[in-house]
């Protein structure tokens, strides 16, 4: 058992991760995903980084799985580009790391990481905190790890309406149970309901869209991306981990206030790079104030 400090000295067990990390090493290791137009438009998109502003800063990618954004980070010259996870993914991603001199790797969970307070410019975490066992902790964690000035952003499933949530937790209640050695296959097998979601909901033909969208709601875990690879993995992150939390905007806007970030700022609106794999989510950015009044 691991127990960590808290307020008054009181010990707490470390919350049961063990199924986080058997999901995602056996994810990134087995999907190694590389869409680089797709990775880049989506990197640009969630969190709004430019390569001036990358250039000669320290950078956090707080769950990098298998390095695909970390790739795109360091492709653009930072100073230092650091990659954590708590999964054996690291070992995928040392892969891309070792490709790129201002890249880092480091295995570490994101509700301890394993960095003073103040350590970076800029930390971006996409569709990592709602599989943590305390997302609100996990980005107060991560927003300690900021020096002042610095910026953070962070992409999340969104809440949807409540038979939506019904459905996708009465799923998750049996799919999370399932030994991965039976779920992947099963998400091999599930792959072309996705394909065929995507076509019936963008036909003329109301009858067809209406029937695509009934379908989609009864599969709504099942990928719709169009690369069918893709398509699998993805499947397999919605229905295999434990943890997998859905939020509002007004939540997560009160995480930020909560660790007293300013200049809050919405990315999801209007995404500014168009790629038809992008998902739908809550993203949003906030700063460190440059000056603590006294």
Known sequence: MTEDPVDGGRMTEAPDQERTKSTYSLQWNRF???RPEEDRATFRNHTGLEPADLAGRIVLDAGCGMGRYLRVAAEQAPGLVVGLDLSLAVEAARAVAEQHSAAAVVRGDLLRPPFAPGSFDHIYSLGVIDHTPDPAATFASLARLLRPGGRIVVWVYPRERPLIEWVMDLQRLVTTR???????PLCRILAPIGGLKRRMMASRSRVVERAGVALHVATIGVSMHPDPEVRVCDTLDWYAPRYLSRHTTQEVAGWFERA??????????????????????VNLAGRRPATVDA
């Open 32 to 34: 190694r995903i590389v």
């Open 178 to 184: 399932l030994p991965l050695a039976i779920l992947l």
């Open 260 to 281: 007293g970030l300013e200049a809050i700022e919405d990315l999801g609106r209007d995404p500014r790079f168009f790629h038809h794999g992008q998902g739908r989510g």
